[in-house]
């Protein structure tokens, strides 16, 4: 009868051992230090584009719903037309599930700067958001410099002060003078 039970709970522990082995490793948020996580996502005319590998690259994580979201695009389509010339690059990855009211938000509030489609959340999880918006400024080199929850003023002083350091910055991370 022991050597029953020993067998028994032998097996359970097996199972339970591959079991534990078998399950995917958890995914860890990017924080600011990490090298941003490159991504493949397709923008609304379905062209499939990934992270941006040149210049400073401000990633905006958002939604058609969320009012926040909503209140930062102003000031982050004035930031795109101010500095975009200089190198910045302004990716706003949308969670929207329905394609065609992402369509339609992004027509009729002419946002300047490339809207990529996140429908599934994958890349949004990858990168830790939970918070909607959630913004990650990247440098020339690829690092997560910046990272900030909630809706963002990007014309205020502190924040143009992050974003022109940044693009002063030469690819190997020296100030250029600029």
């Given at each position: 009868?022991l050597k029953?039970?020993?067998?028994?709970?032998?097996?359970?522990?097996?199972?339970?051992?591959?079991?534990?082995?078998?399950?995917?490793?958890?995914?860890?948020?990017?924080?600011?230090?990490?090298?941003?996580?490159?991504?493949?996502?397709?923008?609304?005319?379905?062209?499939?584009?990934?992270?941006?590998?040149?210049?400073?690259?401000?990633?905006?994580?958002?939604?058609?719903?969320?009012?926040?979201?909503?209140?930062?695009?102003?000031?982050?389509?004035?930031?795109?037309?101010?500095?975009?010339?200089?190198?910045?690059?302004?990716?706003?990855?949308?969670?929207?599930?329905?394609?065609?009211?992402?369509?339609?938000?992004?027509?009729?509030?002419?946002?300047?700067?490339?809207?990529?489609?996140?429908?599934?959340?994958?890349?949004?999880?990858?990168?830790?958001?939970f918070k909607?918006?959630e913004s990650?400024?990247?440098?020339?080199?690829?690092?997560?410099?910046?990272?900030?929850?909630?809706?963002?003023?990007?014309?205020?002083?502190?924040?143009?002060?992050?974003?022109?350091?940044?693009?002063?910055?030469?690819?190997?991370?020296?100030?250029?003078?600029?």
């Open positions: 009868m029953r039970w020993l067998l028994i709970l032998l097996v359970i522990g097996g199972l339970g051992g591959a079991f534990w082995y078998a399950l995917p490793e958890a995914q860890v948020p990017v924080r600011e230090g990490d090298v941003a996580v490159d991504f493949s996502l397709p923008d609304l005319q379905g062209v499939t584009h990934s992270l941006p590998t040149e210049g400073v690259v401000l990633l905006n994580f958002w939604a058609t719903w969320c009012p926040p979201c909503r209140q930062e695009l102003p000031s982050m389509a004035e930031l795109h037309r101010n500095m975009a010339s200089r190198g910045l690059k302004v990716v706003a990855v949308s969670i929207d599930r329905n394609r065609q009211e992402l369509e339609g938000f992004v027509r009729e509030n002419h946002l300047p700067f490339q809207v990529l489609h996140d429908q599934d959340a994958a890349v949004s999880r990858r990168y830790g958001v909607y918006p990650f400024l990247i440098d020339r080199q690829g690092t997560v410099r910046y990272h900030m929850i909630g809706a963002v003023d990007w014309m205020s002083a502190p924040v143009l002060q992050a974003v022109e350091g940044l693009l002063g910055e030469s690819a190997d991370g020296a100030q250029t003078g600029q």
